[in-house]
């Protein structure tokens, strides 16, 4: 029997897609700031403190096939999905300001047209996605 699109996806392949996508945001911020030295915002901070953790919890939760972990990943992602939004929307705006590492409004670097912020939203909206995915094939 064929598995058709709308079926519910495997919870092990939710866990791993959030997983690898934690693994890359992660390792992706620590190049820019470590390997090619820019200096983080404050904003850029909230959204490592809401996206480091959930390498591990993700990592650990798939290693032990714990479904149940939308419970602590939600909460992460959706915070981080909003401080990313705001952020992509203060580059926008233009004007905002944030304390150390200079202005939140500032555009550092673009990967493929998308500034930074953008690619942590896009991060956050796709392990939300999974976690989401997790949550109602739960129910």
């Known amino acids: 029997m064929s598995q058709s699109v ?6 092990r392949t939710l866990l791993a897609f959030g997983a690898l996508v934690a693994v890359v945001a992660t390792t992706g911020s620590l190049y820019f700031s470590l390997g090619m030295g820019l200096v983080p915002c404050e904003l850029c901070w909230y959204q490592r403190i809401l ?3 959930l390498v ?6 798939l290693l032990e ?3 149940g972990v939308y419970r602590t990943v939600l909460p992460l992602s959706v915070g981080g999905v909003a401080v990313a939004a705001y952020h992509s929307w203060l580059q926008v705006a233009a004007g905002g300001q944030c304390s150390f590492g200079g202005s939140c ?4 670097l673009r990967v493929v047209g998308l500034s930074i912020p953008n690619l942590s939203l896009i991060a956050f909206a796709l392990i939300t996605a999974a976690a989401a995915a ?4 739960d129910r």
């Open 6 to 11: 709308f079926d519910r996806p495997d919870p």
């Open 51 to 53: 996206m480091y953790p």
């Open 56 to 61: 591990v919890v993700i990592g650990v939760a």
């Open 65 to 67: 096939r714990r479904t």
């Open 105 to 108: 409004a500032a555009v550092q």
């Open 134 to 137: 997790l949550w109602a094939g």
